[in-house]
């Protein structure tokens, strides 16, 4: 058995930043990965950290405050813990620079990406940061060492994206991404993976993959005192005390089906999420809190594109274009509109249900486009302009295309002359899609309306849009210092979690990009200080 001071389970952005803030605060470190690969979901996210009043933007000249953003957390996610709020907004910053100081990471502002809902009290149009370009080094072939990014090689930041309108058919900057792949430099959630683990190294914490953690192990008076593993001996004794941060359990069909109170039928995360931590923490009697919620997305399923693990695990990717530009909309089976598709929430639409069936009332649900969006803009991973793959629904009529979804023609007809004539007047009066700078951000700066154009020439084309996650949100109950507490509100002692492995500390929905990751580094950080500090 391996000693120790500390153990962490899970190597995402909640794991490394708990073993760095404990390694810092002078505590022998060991990181337990289950995969093959670091860094879980953090790894194939966008990698941008929802920080308010952090350094980087106020240096920037954006204004800031943490009781502005408690204003705004409030406002949009009503009915949380309040301790818990007030501690991330009042400990994020703290943690961004914390991570700078103590890994090669040097955050930059993301001004492109707006808070969600920015228009609402408390709202601001910069909050984000991500990480500068980081050298890959001596860490490996990035291919091994991370799950593979979802849309292409992590070597542009966000800002880069947003700013050449990337997603929004604008050209890539080929020089600039050449110069990158041939330093050997990475940015988005795998940039912030690799400083992660440079920076955990130059701390001396012991990081071992391929080491799936079985049971919590606890001393006679019921302290957490370290973990099994699948091998014996790599199983670990931690004198001060183990730190859940597995992620969630999005992969796990029986955890999906008992607890989950929408459909989640294609998460768009690495295959290793199977709710490890939520059933260790349940077996030594921690209380549960928010099991049925999940950080809910639109995804698209190309055939045949699966994740590198030994099962060939389909690869969903998250629909980003084919909800956010012009010229596409979504209807449901019966051939209507059913949500403001460009919304960041709008996967949210899956989970109603037909009160006289008992059955999702928009599932299954389509995007559908026409022969605009394909001449200017990617869909389901398919390039602009190019032919059409013999899976990709296509008709030269609405009436064909009404026949090969099994949607009544009259209707879907119907659904479209309306939208077509509310995009026309650069107006949706249905359901507000366009109206937010959230939902600009994500479109087409050069059409006449960012997120909405008529859908009107043929060929048509559908794609089937599913309900995924980037991760979920229920777990064990934690308090201010992350330690996790039992039904009676006690702390158990030796046991803390962070990330997705913990009770979410926002929700139902989301209000910002970068919450998720910003949520793992913090409550990681504060984990990991409180081991060594407490």
């Given at each position: 058995m391996?000693?120790?001071?500390v153990?962490?389970?899970?190597s995402?952005?909640?794991?490394l930043?708990?073993?760095?803030a404990?390694?810092?605060?002078?505590?022998?470190?060991?990181?337990?990965?289950?995969?093959?690969?670091?860094?879980g979901?953090?790894a194939?996210s966008?990698?941008?950290?929802?920080?308010?009043?952090?350094?980087?933007m106020?240096?920037?000249?954006?204004?800031?405050?943490?009781?502005?953003?408690?204003?705004?957390?409030r406002?949009?996610?009503?009915?949380?813990?309040e301790?818990?709020?007030?501690?991330?907004?009042?400990?994020?910053?703290?943690?961004?620079?914390?991570?700078?100081?103590?890994?090669?990471?040097?955050?930059?502002?993301?001004?492109?990406y707006p808070?969600?809902f920015?228009?609402?009290?408390?709202?601001?149009?910069?909050?984000h940061?991500?990480?500068?370009?980081?050298?890959?080094?001596?860490?490996?072939?990035?291919?091994e060492?991370v799950?593979?990014a979802?849309?292409?090689a992590?070597?542009?930041?966000?800002?880069?994206a947003?700013?050449?309108?990337?997603?929004a058919?604008?050209?890539?900057?080929?020089?600039?991404?050449?110069?990158?792949?041939?330093?050997?430099?990475?940015t988005?959630?795998?940039g912030?993976i690799?400083?992660?683990?440079?920076?955990c190294?130059?701390?001396?914490?012991?990081l071992?993959?391929d080491?799936?953690?079985t049971?919590?192990?606890?001393?006679?008076?019921g302290?957490?005192?370290g973990?099994?593993?699948?091998?014996?001996?790599?199983?670990?004794?931690?004198?001060?005390?183990v730190?859940?941060?597995?992620?969630?359990?999005?992969?796990?069909?029986?955890?999906?089906?008992?607890l989950?109170s929408?459909?989640l039928t294609?998460p768009?995360?690495p295959?290793?999420?199977?709710?490890?931590?939520?059933?260790?923490?349940?077996?030594?009697?921690?209380a549960l809190a928010?099991?049925?919620?999940?950080?809910?997305?639109p995804?698209?399923?190309a055939?045949?594109?699966?994740?590198?693990?030994?099962?060939?695990?389909?690869q969903?990717?998250?629909?980003?274009?084919?909800?956010?530009?012009?010229?596409?909309l979504?209807?449901n089976?019966?051939?209507?509109?059913?949500?403001n598709?460009?919304?960041?929430?709008?996967?949210?639409?899956?989970a109603?249900?037909?009160?006289?069936?008992?059955?999702?009332?928009?599932?299954?649900?389509?995007?559908?486009?026409?022969a605009?969006?394909?001449?200017r803009?990617?869909?389901?991973?398919?390039?602009?302009?190019?032919?059409a793959?013999?899976?990709?629904?296509?008709?030269?009529?609405?009436?064909?295309?009404?026949?090969l979804?099994?949607?009544?023609?009259?209707?879907?007809?119907?659904?479209?002359?309306?939208?077509?004539?509310?995009?026309?007047?650069?107006?949706?009066?249905?359901?507000q899609r366009?109206?937010?700078?959230?939902e600009?951000?994500?479109?087409d700066?050069?059409?006449?309306?960012?997120?909405l154009?008529?859908?009107s020439?043929?060929?048509?084309?559908?794609?089937?849009?599913?309900?995924?996650?980037?991760?979920?949100?229920?777990?064990?109950r934690?308090?201010?210092?992350?330690?996790?507490?039992?039904?009676?509100?006690n702390?158990?002692?030796?046991l803390y979690?962070?990330?997705n492995?913990?009770?979410?500390?926002?929700g139902?929905?989301?209000?910002?990009?970068?919450l998720?990751?910003?949520?793992?580094?913090t409550?990681?950080?504060?984990?990991?200080?409180?081991?060594?500090?407490?």
């Amino acid at each position: 058995m391996i000693e120790a001071d500390v153990v962490v389970i899970g190597s995402g952005a909640a794991g490394l930043a708990a073993a760095l803030a404990a390694a810092d605060g002078g505590a022998e470190v060991v990181v337990l990965e289950a995969s093959a690969r670091w860094g879980g979901s953090t790894a194939v996210s966008g990698g941008q950290v929802w920080a308010p009043a952090n350094h980087r933007m106020l240096e920037a000249g954006f204004a800031d405050s943490a009781e502005e953003a408690l204003t705004y957390c409030r406002t949009v996610a009503p009915g949380r813990d309040e301790v818990l709020v007030e501690t991330f907004v009042r400990t994020v910053p703290e943690v961004v620079r914390f991570v700078e100081e103590r890994t090669p990471i040097r955050f930059t502002p993301v001004p492109s990406y707006p808070d969600t809902f920015v228009e609402l009290p408390g709202g601001k149009t910069a909050r984000h940061v991500e990480v500068s370009p980081q050298d890959l080094g001596d860490l490996g072939d990035l291919s091994e060492l991370v799950w593979p990014a979802p849309f292409f090689a992590p070597v542009l930041t966000n800002q880069e994206a947003m700013e050449t309108h990337l997603f929004a058919g604008g050209p890539p900057p080929m020089e600039l991404i050449g110069q990158r792949m041939s330093a050997g430099v990475v940015t988005l959630g795998a940039g912030l993976i690799v400083g992660l683990l440079h920076g955990c190294r130059k701390a001396g914490v012991h990081l071992i993959r391929d080491c799936r953690v079985t049971e919590l192990i606890r001393d006679g008076d019921g302290r957490v005192t370290g973990v099994r593993t699948a091998d014996p001996l790599r199983s670990v004794r931690a004198d001060r005390g183990v730190v859940l941060a597995s992620g969630g359990f999005e992969h796990d069909p029986v955890l999906r089906a008992q607890l989950l109170s929408g459909p989640l039928t294609h998460p768009v995360t690495p295959p290793v999420q199977h709710g490890d931590g939520l059933r260790m923490a349940g077996l030594v009697g921690a209380a549960l809190a928010y099991t049925g919620e999940y950080w809910s997305w639109p995804a698209y399923q190309a055939p045949g594109r699966t994740w590198p693990d030994p099962a060939g695990t389909a690869q969903p990717q998250l629909a980003v274009m084919e909800r956010s530009l012009p010229h596409v909309l979504w209807v449901n089976p019966v051939g209507r509109r059913f949500v403001n598709e460009s919304s960041h929430n709008c996967a949210a639409a899956f989970a109603e249900l037909d009160p006289n069936t008992h059955h999702p009332r928009n599932l299954p649900a389509w995007a559908i486009g026409d022969a605009q969006f394909r001449a200017r803009y990617s869909v389901a991973g398919i390039p602009a302009g190019t032919p059409a793959p013999d899976w990709l629904i296509t008709a030269g009529s609405l009436a064909e295309l009404a026949g090969l979804l099994d949607i009544d023609p009259k209707t879907l007809e119907q659904t479209i002359t309306r939208f077509n004539a509310m995009a026309e007047a650069g107006r949706d009066d249905d359901f507000q899609r366009g109206r937010t700078r959230y939902e600009h951000a994500f479109g087409d700066p050069s059409a006449a309306h960012p997120n909405l154009g008529p859908v009107s020439e043929p060929p048509f084309f559908a794609v089937p849009v599913y309900p995924s996650a980037v991760g979920t949100k229920g777990g064990p109950r934690t308090d201010e210092r992350a330690r996790v507490l039992d039904w009676s509100g006690n702390p158990i002692p030796g046991l803390y979690a962070a990330g997705n492995a913990a009770a979410a500390v926002f929700g139902p929905g989301t209000f910002a990009g970068g919450l998720t990751v910003a949520s793992a580094l913090t409550w990681g950080w504060i984990a990991g200080h409180d081991l060594t500090t407490a």
